[in-house]
């Protein structure tokens, strides 16, 4: 049964939006240069894989709140939200994109709560990318990675590689003024996690993990990846995200993204966004294949 559909229709201006607030420098969404990329069968440029999840993040968030849900994940310390999501076909501007999530399931696990929902997200009434929300007590997604032995990240180079674990390291500042744009990128209402006059700064979950994307194209371009030959596009996101650390972010810390291929499975690589004292605030694997193996 649909509980809950909402649909919209992103235009060039939100994908711009969104990706000069992350600093996506992927031709995909380029107005200019999407023509560039070799056999691209997609016609123009496309919304950015992250910004989908936000509008989705919000919805949901929306959801629980009608659905009574807030109580039943503070009550069962569910202090972490996980997206877990299969992309189908791209988003184009102007086709209408459709949001549907199913009905609250309550599981057990292992002696833990854990509150899911089924999501689907259609354009023009196609499939475009279908998952799971989940709240649980834990990450459920690289659940034992710890970074505490490592020295402190604001002593490594940022677009480097860390010698001591093969991790290349970005690094970012969050910032209010971004977060805002990449709300309103994703249809969102920036008031509804921030406002000056109440000294309210609450970033949103999908946020900080959506510079992954400018960290992954910074470790490309440092190994001079061809963007226009050899274009890359997300298959599949896992992702975990820790709400406490969230609610501790303010604008200008420092977020270290650290990404690695995963041995023996090509284009997945663990991702990981650290802040003070390399506490893991978000952990996920994020899955490419290249555009030319798509096309075969």
Known sequence: MHINKTEV??????????????????????PHKWHEIKQNPFGG???????????????????????????????????????QFTFANAVKPGQTVSLDIKKTQIKEVDGETILSNRIAV???????????????????????TDFSNIEQLDNFPDRNYISKNGFFLKRKFMNTSNAKNFLCGSFTDQSEYFDELNDTANFPEIFPCSMIS?????????????????????????????????????SNIALHILIKEIPDEENTYECYGLIHENKILYRGIIYLTSLQSILK
């Open 214 to 250: 400018c960290a992954l194209l910074e470790k490309a371009l440092k190994n001079n990846h061809n963007f226009k030959e050899n274009p890359m596009v997300y298959t599949s996101h896992k992702i975990s995200i820790d709400k406490v650390l969230l609610g501790k972010l303010k």
């Open 45 to 83: 440029p496309i919304v950015l894989g992250f910004q989908l999840e936000s509008f989705i993040e919000n919805l949901v968030s929306n959801y629980r709140i009608k659905n009574n849900e807030i109580d039943i994940i503070s009550d069962n310390e569910l202090h972490f939200s996980n997206y």
């Open 9 to 30: 229709n992103f235009q060039q201006i939100h994908i711009d939006i969104a990706r000069n607030a992350t600093d996506d420098f992927n031709l995909f969404h380029d």
């Open 122 to 144: 259609k354009t023009d009434g196609q499939l475009a990318l279908m998952g799971y929300k989940k709240e649980s007590t834990k990450a459920l997604f690289l659940p034992n």
